[in-house]
């Protein structure tokens, strides 16, 4: 698998950390040239910079999902300076929103819109700024990062469960319509996924992970390059034939 992916014009977008910058490193150890793309530049500078020192061709670009303008001017950016585009993993999310999105009830709509504005519509700009540079490649493939909330059903989180499901959606929208055209779109969607800021910052409770590993069925917790090997394989040739797909990356925490 050293050179799957060799020669692929790839973007990642929210890649500066956790998932993002597994992806970024499992892509150009498969041989991808990468557009490394973060709200916060200098966190993908970092990531770049550290694929470049190992031989990879990679660069850092600024874009703010929710902004058009930035998303077509990062996008166009990437697609110029890579000579075009062969696909993306469209990540990004603003986790702070997570933690005061609480139930129908007392939930603050400020925090409904800026989910949705993150997860959804800005997901939905990065397609539509993508889509045209895929098909005059004559196909890609377009990987979004989902989540396991937009099927199971919580007590709390409706604002992300309800993106979720929305991407979803938005994904199948993408499969059905240009499919023919040789465009591939599926979610991968992460169960509880300790990425090495988490682990560094102490942010989870041991008490919580022993709660979510107990959940699942499998000895571990996830981890960010489970998930990067999963985009890997929908971004390369391995992944041609699958297509508007739901893929649960979870331990066995979520059945379906």
Not at 183 to 197: H, K, L, S
Request: net charge negative; aromatic share 4%.
């Amino acid at each position: 698998m050293a050179d799957r992916l060799a020669g692929k014009r790839l973007v990642v977008i929210g890649a500066g950390t956790g998932i993002g910058a597994a992806t970024v490193e499992r892509l150009c150890a498969e041989g991808a040239r990468v557009a490394v793309l973060d709200i916060n530049l200098p966190a993908a500078q970092a990531v770049a910079t550290r694929m470049a020192a190992n031989g990879h061709e990679a660069f850092a670009l600024a874009v703010d999902i929710v902004d058009e303008a930035s998303v077509n001017g990062a996008i166009a950016a990437a697609a110029e300076r890579l000579g075009g585009l062969d696909g993306a993993h469209v990540n990004a999310a603003d986790l702070r929103a997570i933690f005061a999105d609480s139930d129908a009830l007392a939930l603050d709509l400020a925090v409904f819109d800026r989910t949705i504005a993150v997860n959804l519509r800005g997901h939905l700009l990065c397609t539509r700024a993508m889509l045209p540079h895929l098909l005059a490649a004559g196909g890609g493939a377009i990987v979004y990062t989902s989540s396991g909330a937009g099927d199971s059903g919580e007590p709390e989180r409706p604002s992300y469960a309800a993106s979720k499901s929305g991407l979803n959606a938005l994904m199948r929208h993408v499969a059905s319509r240009w499919g023919k055209e040789g465009v591939t779109a599926n979610c991968i969607a992460p169960g509880f996924v300790m990425t090495p800021e988490m682990i560094a910052g102490g942010q989870v409770p041991p008490e919580w992970a022993d709660l979510c590993l107990a959940q699942t069925r499998s000895t571990r917790l996830g981890k960010a390059e489970d998930i990067a090997g999963v985009a890997a394989m929908l971004l390369s040739e391995d992944g041609r034939w699958i297509n508007g797909q739901v893929v649960h990356v979870n331990g066995g925490a979520l059945l379906n």
